[in-house]
Nanobody, 123 residues
Framework: EVQLVESGGGMVQPGGSLRLSCATSGFTFSSYGMGWFRQAPGKEREFVARISRTGTRDVGSSVKGRFTISRDNAKKTLYLQMNSLKPEDTALYYC?????????????????WGQGTQVTVSS
């Protein structure tokens, strides 16, 4: 069974940092691109970052310069380092398995999703 399990969310003050992790199982992690998305209450799911099978990276415009995606193929784990957090970053964050080696930023390019981890940025 393919599983994605996010962790690392929590409450942080504006300007703070968090590191999200996504532990995977049930598929050959190193063979697929991966992504992070987020969804705030009342808003549509938003692309955050993606990483290819070989490590090519891309982040959304709203988090550029603040968030970094990375992967550890030996540990089958995806990461999202979030710095300089803002209240507007508050959302449920999901990791997702790409259908191919370099999935696009569209949610339709991903076929397996985790349950999400909540990030709240507030003073």
């Amino acid at each position: 069974e393919v599983q994605l399990v996010e962790s690392g969310g929590g409450m942080v003050q504006p300007g703070g940092s968090l590191r999200l992790s996504c532990a995977t199982s049930g598929f050959t992690f190193s063979s697929y691109g991966m992504g992070w998305f987020r969804q705030a209450p009342g808003k549509e799911r938003e692309f955050v970052a993606r990483i290819s099978r070989t490590g090519t990276r891309d982040v959304g415009s709203s988090v550029k310069g603040r968030f970094t995606i990375s992967r550890d193929n030996a540990k089958k784990t995806l990461y999202l380092q979030m710095n300089s957090l803002k209240p507007e970053d508050t959302a449920l964050y999901y990791c997702a398995k790409g259908i191919g080696v370099w999935p696009s930023s569209d949610a339709s390019a991903y076929d397996i999703w985790g349950q999400g981890t909540q990030v709240t940025v507030s003073s």
